[in-house]
Structures are given as structure tokens and as C-alpha cells.
């Protein structure tokens, strides 16, 4: 097989750019190369859009890189070695072998010059962002580590294992075709109710919809107030329940909390009528009614996060609408209310492809979990996919065990009217945050209209709940009692900064307590204005759950009561079906 040469390729990109005629029909024309490749990606992103670069800055563009592309071929010429600094090419193999250094080099210059020309285009902020993901989503796959030809580590450890690893490498990728996904952690390694999901609990009342958990007490006394945790539906509960040591769950109940834990059943087709109203009404406030009963208090701590923080202040915003405050406090955990700033998955909704999906779910069907799977992979396709490519393919390696990445990938199912309802109402016409013009189980509902305190944590790296949308919620909730609203800040992503045991010590978090000031409504004003602390942010909101928990009470001695038994042991059997 004949594979490009990277001076081939080098000479082929600066003879296009360095005339500047050459140049402007580049950017008008998209086709194929002599190598097989798109010689003009941007190209086809532009046509669809309609947008333009200006040409000032096309020509600071094209001079930038001619400049940077010579130097990179006189030092090649000299055989001095290119410097650059990616995590892909970190190996010394990459430096070792100049042809593949060279090749990294001139890859990371292409991609750089069009993120460049991306950043460059003059369109709208929706539309400038899908050029960004787009471009972003083709120069990620083109790196030439993805491929065991331009990839001297694959190359070298194919000769060190006297071709093990490729043989090695073509079964992994045939049992992943069998699985229909990557695998990105020894999924022998975890089972869920064994190593995973161990709190002892038991599940006290089950619909259609959820089981719910009662966890057992670990503290001869508790606070009186029960916390009701809603979980995300697009995935399984035990994210906030995984290991001991990194177990929300255990940490909450060690505080002295009585926890309660919706466990979402995964949909299958006999499910596909479900709604939005239904998650609400025979999923929240179900939970909701059954903790309250089972406990004897009527009012309970909130929880959700994600879409299940959705869901939840959904639940009580129906519930105020209905003359009802059943909440001690809400806690909302990277959960959006305000879809304005949705992040970098705006890219895959607008009103086409909303439409696409109404007109095959909207009523009745399944949206698949493995699709949810591989959108939110894509979101981040160098650690999601393409090092999973190149570590369990090319080198033929098994993905080591990670309990985070196996729940990542035990993906939960969603019913189509529900998740074409979600997908328009929120995030494409926004209408949860304006009071009154969204009608949910029968009632208007207004989120300034639930009477509780608020606790919201955002994480600094989000690229699903950016850490400013989640931080709008402080304007939606308690709007004419700002000091009610409490903000929380961690570091790391949508899901490492949420699980960061407060044992471990690890990270840090931002708060900004102004005494007897009321906080400010903009995140970057309360950023100025935070304080930087070593460590996990749980002892925060276990303190705010403290503060609203009302009296120390002897711990309950048995789970549920007459009306509410126990039918069996957590995690229950709901969590335990897989969609694949």
C-alpha cells in the first residue's frame, strides 16, 4: 500500500497557499487531493453556512502559516528536529524516527491553520460554533496517530511483540464491532451490586418508571429532613454511587443524611409512549410523595443533577403551581434551567434535526442509548475515541479498569415523545425560563415561584453544563431572595469535578460568601469575587444541607413502613438491565 509522504503533503499545502489567486479559489472550491484527502474541509462547512473570512484577516491567515510552514520544512531539511507539544505525540517514538516527527509537525500546523480560518469566519454564534466543531471534529480524526501507518508507536510495539499486538489489535476491534461501541474500560473488571452501586439500601417502592432506595443509616442519628437524589435518566444512578471510596452516596449517609435514590428504569419499547410529564409527574413527585410518607416529614431536601435537575425543579415548580412547598431546600448539580448557553451540544440541535427526530419518536419509539453514548463521545474525541482507537486497536492493548468509564459506557435508553419534548422545550426555544410559558402536568409553571433555599454547583471545565449556564439558575430561582441562592464552583469536568471525594483532598473549589451583600447575578463578576479552596466541594453542600435539616433524630431502624416494604436490596434489578 502507498501511504502520502509528508513532504509530498507539506509541499502540496504551501504550493496552494502561497499564491494568493491559488488561495482564494482554494477557499471556494472543496476536492479531493492527489492523497486521497479533503484538500478543503472548511470549504464544505462554509457552503452550508453561507459565512465568509474577511480578507485582512484571510491574509494575516495565509502569511501566518506560509511563515511557520517554511521554517518547518528548512529545519526538516536540516535535520533538526520540529518542536512541538501535543499529548498524541509524546512518545519518543514520535522524536525518534525525523519522517514521523515531521509528519506531527506539519499535522499540528494544518490543524492549527484551520482552527484559525474557523475562528476567522464571520457567521452568527450558533453557526460559528458548529464551523468550529465541525472543522475541530475533522483535523482531531486526520491526526496521524489514528492510522498504523503513520503511527511509530503501533509500528514499534508490532515489532517488540513479533506482531501479537496486531492480531491482538483486530480482536478488539471485531468484538467492539459485535458491541456496536469502543470499549474504554475492562468492563470484567466492575459489576454492578458486587464492586459498583454497594451501599446497603433497599428498594421500598417501585411504578413503571423507577425503583426507589433507601439507603441504610451509618450514624446512630440523623438529621429529620430526608434527601431525595434524582439522578440524570440518560444515565445510571450509581455514578453518584460507585465504589466506597469515591461513593456520594456513603459520604451522605456517613453525615448523618437519610438518603432516598431514584433508580430510572431503562426504557425499553413497551416504554416508548412515555413523556416529559411523566418523568415529571410518576418520576419526581412520585419520589417526592412516597419519601415524605415513608418518613412522616413534609418537607424534603431536593436533589438532582444533570437532567435530573431538570426534572427536579421541574417536579417542584409544578408542585408550587399546585399550592404546594414540599422542599426543605433544592440542590441542583451541573443542571441547566436557563438553555441560552447550552455549550458545545448545541452543535447537534437545531430545527432541522429536532424535526428529523419528531418525526420518528414523537410518537412513540426509543431514542437508543449507544446514539446518546456516541454524541457525548464526540463532544471529546481525542479521549473518548480516537485514544481508544489508537491504544486498543493499533497497539492491541486492553483498556484498563476505570469504575468511571464503566458506568460511561452501561448506557440507559430514553422514550422518543420524552426526548423530543426535552430537546425542543429546553434547549431549542428555552421556554422552562420564562414563568408562565410552559405548561407541565396541566399547570403553568414558574421556577421563581418554588419557595426553598438553593445550593447549585457548576464545574469549572464543563463542556456539557458550561459552569456560566448552570450559574443563571441564581437569577431563575428566589429571584426576590438572592441570599437564598447558594453557588459552588469545582474544578475539572461534568463529571470528574461532581465525583471528588472530600477524603481524597484532590482539586479545589471557588466560593463567594459577601456577608450580608447580595451575590451578583453575573458569573464572571462572581468569579472576580470568589475564593479559591483546596479540596472537594461535597463538605459544602453538607454543611448547606445541615444548616436546613432541622433537629438530630434517632436513625430509622428498619427501612420503608407498613404502606412503603421492601422488596429488595439495592442497587435493585431496575439499574441491572443494560441497553445493549
Not at 496552494?16 to 474541509?41: C, H, I, L, R, T
Not at 461501541?181 to 451490586?193: C, K
Not at 440518560?234 to 456520594?248: A, F, G, R, V
Not at 421556577?447 to 449556564?469: M, N, R
Request: proline fraction near 7%; aromatic fraction near 10%; include cysteine.
Amino acid at each position: 500500500m502507498n501511504m502520502p509522504d509528508p513532504q509530498a503533503i507539506a509541499a502540496s499545502w504551501m504550493s496552494q497557499f502561497a499564491d494568493p489567486s491559488a488561495w482564494q479559489s482554494w477557499m471556494k472550491m472543496p476536492e479531493m487531493d492527489q492523497f486521497g484527502m479533503a484538500s478543503n474541509p472548511l470549504a464544505l462547512v462554509l457552503k452550508d453556512v453561507g459565512a465568509v473570512i474577511d480578507p485582512v484577516k484571510l491574509e494575516q491567515i495565509r502569511n501566518d502559516y506560509l511563515q511557520k510552514a517554511g521554517k518547518l520544512w528548512q529545519d526538516f531539511l536540516g535535520a533538526k528536529p520540529p518542536e512541538f507539544h501535543d499529548k498524541r505525540f509524546a512518545s519518543a517514538a514520535w522524536r525518534e524516527n525525523p519522517i514521523a516527527a515531521f509528519s506531527a509537525a506539519t499535522y499540528l500546523l494544518n490543524s492549527e491553520f484551520m482552527m484559525a480560518l474557523a475562528e476567522a469566519v464571520d457567521a452568527p454564534p450558533r453557526e460559528h460554533q458548529k464551523i468550529r466543531f465541525a472543522v475541530q471534529q475533522m483535523t482531531d480524526a486526520m491526526s496521524p496517530a489514528n492510522f498504523f501507518a503513520t503511527n511509530p508507536e503501533a509500528q514499534k510495539h508490532m515489532i517488540e511483540t513479533k506482531g501479537e499486538s496486531l492480531t491482538k489489535g483486530l480482536a478488539n476491534l471485531l468484538n467492539d464491532l459485535q458491541k456496536g461501541r469502543i470499549s474504554q474500560s475492562d468492563e470484567s473488571a466492575f459489576d454492578v451490586g458486587r464492586n459498583v452501586a454497594t451501599t446497603p439500601g433497599n428498594v421500598v417502592y417501585e411504578n413503571e418508571l423507577f425503583q426507589l432506595i433507601q439507603y441504610t443509616p451509618a450514624t446512630e442519628t440523623v438529621y429529620e429532613v430526608p434527601l431525595l437524589m434524582v439522578p440524570p435518566c440518560i444515565n445510571k444512578y450509581y455514578i453518584l454511587d460507585l465504589q466506597p471510596e469515591n461513593s456520594l452516596v456513603k459520604y451522605l449517609v456517613e453525615q448523618g443524611q437519610t438518603v432516598f435514590m431514584v433508580s430510572w428504569r431503562n426504557p425499553d419499547k413497551s416504554l416508548g409512549h412515555l413523556t416529559w410529564d411523566d418523568y415529571v409527574e410518576q418520576g419526581a413527585i412520585r419520589a417526592l410523595d412516597v419519601t415524605r410518607e415513608i418518613t412522616g416529614q413534609e418537607k424534603v431536601h431536593m436533589f438532582g443533577f444533570c437532567i435530573g435537575g431538570t426534572i427536579a425543579a421541574s417536579a417542584l415548580a409544578v408542585q408550587a403551581a399546585r399550592g404546594k412547598q414540599p422542599a426543605a431546600s433544592l440542590s441542583l448539580v451541573t443542571t441547566l434551567l436557563d438553555f441560552s448557553d447550552p455549550g458545545v451540544i448545541d452543535v447537534f440541535i437545531d430545527e432541522a434535526q429536532v424535526a428529523i427526530r419528531e418525526q420518528t419518536l414523537a410518537h412513540g419509539g426509543i431514542m437508543p442509548g449507544r446514539d446518546l453514548a456516541t454524541t457525548f463521545s464526540s463532544l471529546r474525541p481525542n479521549d473518548l475515541v480516537w485514544n481508544y482507537v489508537q491504544q486498543n486497536y493499533l497497539k492491541g492493548k486492553e483498556p484498563p479498569a476505570f469504575d468511571l468509564l464503566y458506568w460511561n459506557a452501561d448506557s440507559t435508553n430514553l422514550p422518543g415523545p420524552m426526548f423530543c419534548w426535552y430537546l425542543r422545550n429546553t434547549y431549542l426555544e428555552n421556554k422552562l425560563r420564562e414563568p408562565g410559558r410552559l405548561t407541565l402536568c396541566g399547570v403553568p409553571v414558574d421556577l421563581g415561584s418554588i419557595d426553598a433555599p438553593v445550593f447549585i454547583y457548576g464545574s469549572k471545565e464543563d463542556h456539557i453544563v458550561p459552569w456560566e449556564a448552570a450559574f443563571q439558575s441564581m437569577s431563575l430561582l428566589n429571584p426576590n431572595k438572592p441570599k437564598a441562592n447558594r453557588f459552588v464552583l469545582g474544578a475539572s469536568g461534568h463529571i470528574a469535578g461532581v465525583i471528588n471525594p472530600a477524603s481524597k483532598n484532590k482539586r479545589s473549589h471557588w466560593v463567594n460568601d459577601k456577608n450580608g451583600k447580595a451575590r451578583p447575578m453575573n458569573p464572571h463578576d462572581w468569579f472576580a469575587g470568589a475564593t479559591e479552596k483546596k479540596g472537594s466541594w461535597w463538605p459544602e453542600w453538607s454543611a448547606f444541607l445541615s444548616q436546613h435539616g432541622g433537629k438530630q433524630v434517632p436513625a430509622p431502624g428498619t427501612p420503608g413502613n407498613g404502606k412503603y416494604r421492601p422488596t429488595e436490596a439495592a442497587p435493585g434489578g431496575y439499574v441491572q438491565v443494560r441497553a445493549d
